[in-house]
T-cell receptor
Framework: GQQVMQIPQYQHVQEGEDFTTYCNSS?????IQWYKQRPGGHPVFLIQ?????EVKKQKRLTFQFGEAKKNSSLHITATQTTDVGTYFC??????????FGTGTSLTVIP | DAGITQSPRHKVTETGTPVTLRCHQT?????MYWYRQDPGHGLRLIHY???????DKGEVSDGYSVSRSKTEDFLLTLESATSSQTSVYFC?????????????FGPGTRLTVT
């Protein structure tokens, strides 16, 4: 079955440093979504990427979808304490199901 | 938050007892999902529903059953709870337009099986 792996599992950064999480799928994806979950909260949708090689930006966040549509990345420039949380990627699996990656937990040290 | 509520929010139960978690939505969404979240595993799909009385299994459905007798409610039942079912359970719906379909999650239920 489809597997979506994320690395790293944990990342500690000093405030102001950059952060990147990577998502890799065993199969080609029609699209990929990213979610953020604050500590103690629930996942919240960030973005969806559809096209091969697509790059989208949301302020300090940059999302990329690989050319082969099997991998994706989320890059945060100059992290802030408000970026703390766990970031998940999710790929569709037939029938309106989504397969979530294992997540990357980001800690920002002030 | 797409009007999703979950009840109870916290529950402690003993091994072998039945437990039912409720997800309620107010916006008439067709698709509803139950996930469990455990450290190192991310979110794993238990069951989902694509309409009243229409449900299907997800990745980790063993030990769980679901029911959806009306659009707004999706129930998750643990027939005989085990310690391995200690987890945080999230309900979700899917909604969107223009080819972008987002999942909206409820606040979660923290279940502890002792």
């Amino acid at each position: 079955g489809q597997q979506v792996m994320q690395i790293p599992q944990y990342q500690h950064v000093q405030e102001g440093e950059d952060f990147t999480t990577y998502c890799n799928s065993s199969t080609t994806l029609s699209n990929i979504q990213w979610y953020k979950q604050r500590p103690g909260g629930h996942p919240v949708f960030l973005i969806q990427l559809v096209k091969s090689g697509e790059v989208k930006k949301q302020k300090r966040l940059t999302f990329q979808f690989g050319e082969a549509k099997k991998n994706s990345s989320l890059h945060i420039t100059a992290t802030q304490t408000t970026d703390v949380g766990t970031y998940f990627c999710a790929g569709p699996q037939g029938g309106n199901q989504f397969y979530f990656g294992t997540g990357t937990s980001l800690t920002v040290i002030p | 938050d797409a009007g999703i509520t979950q009840s109870p929010r916290h529950k402690v139960t003993e091994t072998g007892t039945p437990v039912t978690l409720r997800c309620h939505q107010t916006e008439n969404h067709r698709y509803m999902y139950w996930y469990r979240q455990d450290p190192g595993h991310g979110l794993r799909l238990i069951h989902y529903s694509y309409g009243v009385k229409d449900t299907d299994k997800g990745e980790v459905s063993d030990g769980y059953s679901v029911s959806r007798s009306k659009t707004e409610d999706f129930l998750l039942t643990l027939e005989s709870a085990t310690s391995s079912q200690t987890s945080v359970y999230f309900c979700a719906i899917i909604a969107g337009t223009g080819g972008v379909y987002e999942q909206y999650f409820g606040p979660g239920t923290r279940l502890t099986v002792t």
